[in-house]
T-cell receptor, first 113, second 114 residues
Framework: NAGVTQTPKFQVLKTGQSMTLQCAQDMNHNSMYWYRQDPGMGLRLIYY???????DKGEVPNGYNVSRLNKREFSLRLESAAPSQTSVYFCASSELRSNQPQHFGDGTRLSIL | AQSVTQPDIHITVSEGASLELRCNYSYGATPYLFWYVQSPGQGLQLLLKYFSGDTLVQGIKGFEAEFKRSQSSFNLRKPSVHWSDAAEYFCAVGARGGYNKLIFGAGTRLAVHP
């Protein structure tokens, strides 16, 4: 039972390069999320997808784009990576209702030089 | 706007000692409340949640939390800490109604001395 799977686990980029982080869930959840985690700041929501076919900005969307490919998959793209985007990125999924807990992947550790 | 404050960045306790991690929230009504734990190199795992009803909620791994409306708090407790409890703990709030969006606190890192 995989839950939420993120790829890759680690990546080093040069400034200006592009990259797509992949996320897939096998729990048949409607909603999916992308967060970034920085020291002392907890998790901040980048984008979310309440249901298949919809995406919305979160707290820190600048420099990112997302695609909800189907119900299972939600990708995060950095078009032109910047050192400020060095972070740990987490994908999560949940049922649509706000009283349902979110389930997290193990994260992607991204360094931008 | 919703916000979550975890006043303690780092806490160190001895194995077998009791533990209380603090969480205060700002929200216009009673929110949904969650505690998550993150072990090194791992994602977040749900410890417990409060939606309504009994203000003392039990979670996994022997943890419990108490919702106190008058203090806008949702503190996490454990009577006897084990070395394996060393991790980072996050409190989160969610708004009732609408989409399932969470606001996380900055986290409390717990170290356990043998």
């Amino acid at each position: 039972n995989a839950g939420v799977t993120q790829t890759p686990k680690f990546q080093v980029l040069k400034t200006g390069q592009s990259m797509t982080l992949q996320c897939a869930q096998d729990m048949n959840h409607n909603s999916m999320y992308w967060y970034r985690q920085d020291p002392g700041m907890g998790l901040r929501l980048i984008y979310y997808s309440a249901s298949e076919g919809t995406t919305d900005k979160g707290e820190v969307p600048n420099g990112y784009n997302v695609s909800r490919l189907n119900k299972r998959e939600f990708s995060l793209r950095l078009e032109s990576a910047a050192p400020s985007q060095t972070s740990v990125y987490f994908c999560a999924s949940s049922e649509l209702r706000s009283n349902q807990p979110q389930h997290f992947g193990d994260g992607t550790r991204l360094s931008i030089l | 706007a919703q916000s979550v404050t975890q006043p303690d960045i780092h806490i160190t306790v001895s194995e077998g000692a009791s533990l209380e991690l603090r969480c205060n929230y700002s929200y216009g009504a009673t929110p949904y409340l969650f505690w998550y734990v993150q072990s090194p190199g791992q994602g977040l795992q749900l410890l417990l949640k409060y939606f309504s009803g009994d203000t003392l909620v039990q979670g996994i791994k022997g943890f419990e939390a108490e919702f106190k409306r008058s203090q806008s708090s949702f503190n996490l407790r454990k009577p006897s800490v084990h070395w394996s409890d060393a991790a980072e703990y996050f409190c989160a709030v969610g708004a009732r109604g609408g989409y399932n969006k969470l606001i996380f606190g900055a986290g409390t890192r717990l170290a356990v001395h043998p």
